[in-house]
Nanobody
Framework: QLQFVESGGGLVQPGGSLRLSCVAS????????IGWFRQAPGKDHEGVSC????????YYVDSVKGRFTISRDNAKNTVYLQMNSLKPEDTAVYYC???????????????????WGQGTQVTVSS
């Protein structure tokens, strides 16, 4: 069973930064497209950023372009999301996930493998 442990969330003021981490068990992340998704209260999961393993192509939702960066450390089987210039509308629970399709398709269509983990809460507020 796929399992992810997300961490790094917290309360931050607008304009601040956070780095989220996701450690995977029962799979090797390098074999998959990986992505970060978020869910705000009352809304569906939204693909924030995805990274293809085969060609390194990344996808970012328009609202985070230029502010967020996705990366992976294969040695640690960990994926990161560096979030800068945070805005109140970034407030959500953030989840990581894997897929077997392109980064764009995985993020736009929320086509992921397995179930969502516990996520990590990000709250941007003054």
């Amino acid at each position: 069973q796929l399992q992810f442990v997300e961490s790094g969330g917290g309360l931050v003021q607008p304009g601040g930064s956070l780095r989220l981490s996701c450690v995977a068990s029962e799979l090797t992340l390098d074999d998959y497209t990986i992505g970060w998704f978020r869910q705000a209260p009352g809304k569906d999961h939204e693909g924030v950023s995805c990274l293809s393993s085969s060609d390194g192509i990344t996808y970012y939702v328009d609202s985070v372009k230029g502010r967020f960066t996705i990366s992976r450390d294969n040695a640690k089987n960990t994926v990161y999301l560096q979030m800068n210039s945070l805005k109140p509308e970034d407030t959500a629970v953030y989840y990581c996930a894997t897929g077997l399709i392109s980064a764009h398709a995985m993020c736009v269509q929320t086509l992921t493998l397995g179930s969502w983990g516990q996520g990590t809460q990000v709250t941007v507020s003054s």
